[in-house]
Nanobody
């Protein structure tokens, strides 16, 4: 069955970097899109970055454009989120998700049925 497992979160100072990993099973990340979301208490889950299946198109939210990079390793069936120049407001629980579609057209959390358990990222001095 479809399973997603995130890792790589932690505590980092403002301006620092982290790389999150999302290991997939039950499908091939080279064929299906993966989105990274962030959950902050009291706010809706926010879509941050998407990598489409089959192709290489990517989408980024304005809040992370130029700082975050999404990529994948087909051999490891893993999608990564490289986060640089982290800010205090980047703190939250980060999730990867898929709807088993191919194109990064929809970035709303309600549209995604498969989620990992999340990994906590805390940006603090």
């Amino acid at each position: 069955q479809v399973q997603l497992v995130e890792s790589g979160g932690g505590l980092v100072q403002p301006g620092g970097s982290l790389r999150l990993s999302c290991v997939a099973s039950g499908f091939t990340v080279g064929d299906r899109k993966i989105l990274w979301f962030r959950q902050v208490p009291g706010k809706e889950r926010e879509g941050l970055a998407c990598i489409e299946g089959l192709g290489s198109d990517k989408w980024y939210a304005d809040s992370v454009q130029g700082r975050f990079t999404i990529s994948r390793d087909k051999g490891k069936n893993t999608v990564y989120l490289q986060m640089r120049r982290l800010k205090l407001e980047d703190t939250g629980v980060y999730f990867c998700a898929t709807d088993l579609g191919s194109f990064c057209l929809n970035h709303e959390a309600a549209s995604y049925g498969y989620w990992g358990q999340g990994t906590q990222v805390t940006v603090s001095s």
